[in-house]
């Protein structure tokens, strides 16, 4: 039943009687009762009786006023005067005063609901004015989809006070004004001075040079103190160098190609491709540090690393405070219409695990992608209707109406300051020229582009309107014009003639302890081991339950079998051996992170970090309770996404040097939904940008007869993308592999991605379990070679990695076989080819076979055959195929036996 269907089938007097107990008394009635009665009090108090105005004269027309006004505020947006270049698209709403029955005649009769809109008794011909110059002006302001009062009041107070009344003091028009000098002609000047160079230009957006310019400086005047930005191509050397603070001449030397190159530093990229940071000053004197992240050209990939990087600098630099990290992230219109990480991002926004105090989102709405007009980009009605997912507010802006743009920001950042959330700002501009320079946009929008090429840029509209207004006089734009061309074609002369150091980007200073890698880093793993007092005291936590706590009974006999193994067995299963590695780095006041989905828990039930109470269901985390000087342990289930998460641990591994942070997937390979960021950062990101990152994949895999889509984390994707000592690739079958690989992560001193094939069945299993003198005085073994075998007597070496390895032992201890050798190799790469080959030498005569249970075109074969290509290697595999696994489970344990079979003849 409806819930509030018993209000229409009450009978009158009887609510006039729950009415009157209500006043008396209101616990008196029931709940529901109440919060009706509650409702009809305020619409009286606010409204009066007849639901017109507190004065309480009210007419029936006072109502249609009102419908009107609400009719504004909701659709007003609709119509407001946002496209500078083109009508835009009729869309159908009632703003007429003939739609709710006024007509001319009452065009001068006076309503008391003006009060509403801050008119007192007004004429309707005053509120409609007043109403058009709010809502249908400059900016649109999309607010009423918001389900909280409380921003839905404030946005409210925002346009029809503050917008209605805007009044710009004259330093802040002319900053405008010169930010958009600045715009305009850097652009100008490259033009002309490199005829036909790609540089993806602002023209037609110019005035998000001056909302950048805004939001710094207020986000300084909010107390923020640092702003992460990301963004696409279009317009990035124009912020690089009017808003970052890059040098012109730096930038000219990119164009000009006089550049010393040192290709020791790494491979490079396209200079719109590249990050910066500094420190800049703002209008109020404070300096606040500003940081472009580096992005790949794919579109919006960036985005989750900001955030992740925003909340690492939260919850390490400022101590958990939202409000001191503001992430901006600047859009494209075909780009944030059509990329679903988009969406990712958005319902990350206000989750514990992912927040960052809200972003502001900028789209710098040229109308166009590539050559797509926005009716095939998209079938939603604005390019940002996402935003409506989160609640958010979304400010449609005129590209051309620097003041209504400077207004528009500045609202997000109060906004961003006071509500903790995400805000849209939709840019509307055009782009002046192609997609690049070069490329002819008239092929597919002659019309669009007849009416560009007459249209006067940004600077000129808004000097037009200052001297008109007499805010400045005439000259004051061309002497700017003057004054920045000169400065500009100094700063050329200067890079034409003085080649530039290629520098690739400065270590930021959280990373200054860090070098970079060299290839004999890569001969022994670090000293990774822990004390046994620590072990214990670790293994302490892990086994002991706070007072009162209810486990389960699973989880009592989880509890009890750690007991076992940590101090009388002193045998650690994987599980053990994980949580023994974050709780030391925990004890070290080391940060760790973890997210990805379900990993509290541990998708197979294995990890159980968090505990819940069977009757209360009260959380308990173990590991925050080792000792009083400790960090906790931060680890997160995450929402069901690949892309964005990855991409946002990614972005918190990037600002975290001294932090271990992992993103667990699902199943292995559930990772290639976050392909982007294994192709475009967690490989490449170095060589291109010399950017470290420590971040942890762990990704499932193993062939235990789930079917195609959990069995291969897809190992032969990663060992395609090593080169250059880029990640470190490991496929273990020891639980001490696992803790010494996960510390050895902070132990060196430079960070580089980790990427494990983890085991699934393995995970509780004795099998891969090792003896707690291994965590006391062991290190990563890169390599593990046979000693069951009689050296002598070995006719074949098995090589092999990962969970296969126990079914060959099997084989081997069963039959009793000294003749047939199994080494395994821990990790793939970097390639442990010195400690490979002393194993493999141990065997002179023997013969060599590579052992893989993934089909032949998969799994490490390629890589191994490609690296062992002056041996004489074999294979033992399944037969090359399309899918990674068989769906049916006969077959899968006929496979798996024929190949340990074959391994043995
Ligand atoms: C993920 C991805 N797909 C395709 C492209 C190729 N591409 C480069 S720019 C562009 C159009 C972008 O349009 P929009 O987001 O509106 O930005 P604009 O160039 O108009 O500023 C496309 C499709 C890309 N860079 N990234
Ligand atoms: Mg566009």
Request: aromatic residues 10%; hydrophobic residues 35%; glycine residues 6%.
């Amino acid at each position: 039943m409806d819930k509030y269907s018993y209000i229409a089938n009450a009978h009158g007097a009887y609510i006039d009687g729950l009415y009157e107990s209500y006043k008396e008394n209101p616990e008196s009635v029931d709940e529901s009762w109440q919060k009706f009665f509650e409702g009809f009090d305020f619409s009286i108090q606010k409204y009066g009786e007849n639901g017109a105005g507190a004065a309480g004269d009210v007419s029936p027309k006072e109502t249609k006023v009102r419908d009107l006004i609400a009719a504004y505020r909701r659709d007003g947006h609709m119509q407001s005067d946002t496209n500078p270049v083109r009508p835009r698209r009729k869309h159908h709403v009632n703003l007429e005063a003939k739609d709710y029955g006024l007509t001319d005649a009452d065009l001068n009769e006076e309503f008391t609901i003006g009060a509403e809109i801050g008119l007192g008794k007004a004429s309707l011909k005053k509120i409609i004015e007043t109403l058009k110059k709010v809502y249908v002006g400059a900016i649109g302001f999309e607010y009423r989809h918001i389900r909280n009062q409380e921003v839905i009041d404030w946005m409210q107070e925002k346009c029809e006070k503050e917008y209605l009344h805007q009044q710009l003091p004259i330093e802040i028009k002319k900053r405008i004004l010169s930010k958009l000098n600045e715009a305009v002609v850097f652009e100008n000047f490259l033009h002309t001075k490199f005829i036909g160079q790609k540089r993806f230009s602002l023209e037609g957006g110019e005035n998000t040079i001056p909302a950048l310019d805004t939001i710094i400086n207020k986000a300084a005047d909010f107390d923020v103190e640092e702003v992460i930005i990301g963004m696409a191509h279009r317009g990035r050397l124009n912020v690089l160098s009017n808003i970052m603070g890059k040098t012109y001449g730096e930038i000219f030397s990119e164009f000009e190609g006089n550049i010393k190159l040192d290709l020791t530093m790494g491979d490079g990229d396209v200079k719109y491709h590249l990050g910066y940071s500094s420190y800049i000053d703002t209008m109020s004197g404070k300096k606040i540090y500003v940081k472009l992240t580096p992005n790949p050209s794919h579109l919006e990939a960036v985005d989750p690393v900001v955030l992740g990087y925003a909340r690492a600098q939260t919850d390490d630099e400022y101590k958990g405070d939202l409000k001191k990290a503001l992430p901006i992230l600047i859009h494209g219109d075909a780009a944030i219409a059509g990329q679903g990480i988009i969406y990712e991002i958005a319902q990350m926004s206000q989750l514990d695990g992912y927040t960052t105090g809200g972003t502001i989102h900028l789209v710098i709405n040229n109308q166009v992608g590539f050559t797509t007009d926005y009716d095939d980009a998209r079938s939603s009605i604005y390019c940002t209707d996402v935003a409506k997912i989160i609640d958010a507010p979304i400010l449609h802006v005129n590209g051309d109406d620097p003041e209504a743009v400077v207004f528009a920001v500045t609202l997000a950042v109060e906004y961003r300051q006071k509500f903790g959330k995400d805000i849209y700002i939709d840019l509307l501009c055009y782009r002046r020229h192609g997609h690049n320079e070069s490329d002819e946009p008239k092929f597919t929008q002659p019309k669009l582009y007849n009416l560009i090429a007459k249209h006067p840029n940004p600077r000129e509209i808004y000097h037009k309107k200052l001297v008109a207004r007499g805010d400045v006089d005439a000259k004051l734009a061309s002497n700017m014009d003057k004054e920045f061309r000169k400065q500009l074609q100094e700063r050329l002369d200067e890079a034409k003639q003085t080649p530039l150091e290629y520098k690739p980007q400065k270590l930021e200073k959280e990373w200054e302890e860090m070098r970079h890698s060299k290839p004999s880093d890569f001969d022994n793993s670090p000293a990774t081991k822990i004390s046994q007092a620590t072990v214990d005291k670790i293994a302490k936590a892990l086994t002991t339950l706070p007072k009162g706590f209810k486990p389960l009974k699973q989880i009592e006999k989880l509890l009890k079998d750690r007991n076992t193994n940590f101090f009388d067995k002193k045998m650690l299963n994987w599980a053990d051996a994980e949580l023994l590695a974050y709780g030391s780095l925990l004890m070290e006041n080391k940060t760790v992170r973890m997210s990805g989905q379900d990993v509290k828990r541990g998708t197979f039930s294995h990890r159980h970090s968090y505990l819940v109470d069977a009757n209360t269901n009260e959380p308990y985390c173990n590991l925050d309770h080792i000792q009083k000087d400790q960090k906790k342990f931060n680890i997160y289930n995450s929402l069901l996404s690949e892309y964005g998460v990855m991409g946002f641990e990614y972005g918190y591994a990037m600002a975290s040097p001294h932090g271990l942070t992992i993103w667990e997937a699902q199943f292995g390979d559930f990772a290639n939904g976050a392909q982007v960021m294994i192709d475009q950062f967690l490989s490449c990101a170095y060589t291109k940008w010399h950017s470290m990152n420590g971040l942890v994949l762990l990704l499932p895999h193993g062939y235990e007869g789930q079917g195609p889509e959990h069995s291969s984390a897809r190992f032969e994707r990663y060992l395609q993308l090593a080169a250059g000592n880029n990640m470190y690739i490991c496929n273990f079958t020891t639980s001490a592999n696992i803790f010494h690989a996960l510390r050895r992560q902070l132990a060196m001193p430079f960070r580089m991605p980790l990427i494990v094939m983890s085991p699934k069945s393995l995970l509780r299993s004795t099998k891969a379990a090792s003896p707690v003198k291994d965590f006391t005085s062991g290190k990563l073994e890169e390599v593990i070679g046979d000693d069951y075998v009689t050296k002598a007597s070995v006719k074949k070496v098995l090589l092999c990695t990962g969970k296969v390895y126990y079914d060959l032992y099997e084989e081997q201890q069963k039959n009793k076989r000294k003749d047939v050798a199994i080494v395994r190799l821990e990790q793939l790469y970097p390639f442990p080819r010195k400690k490979l080959l002393t194993e493999i030498s141990k065997y002179k005569k023997a013969k060599q076979v590579w052992v893989q249970e993934e089909p032949e075109n998969m799994g490490a074969w390629d890589f191994i055959k490609r690296l062992s290509k002056d041996t004489k290697i074999e294979l033992i595999s399944r037969k090359a195929s399309a899918s990674p696994a068989t769906g049916f489970h006969k077959v899968h344990v006929a496979e798996q036996k024929e190949i340990v079979k074959k391994a043995f003849e």
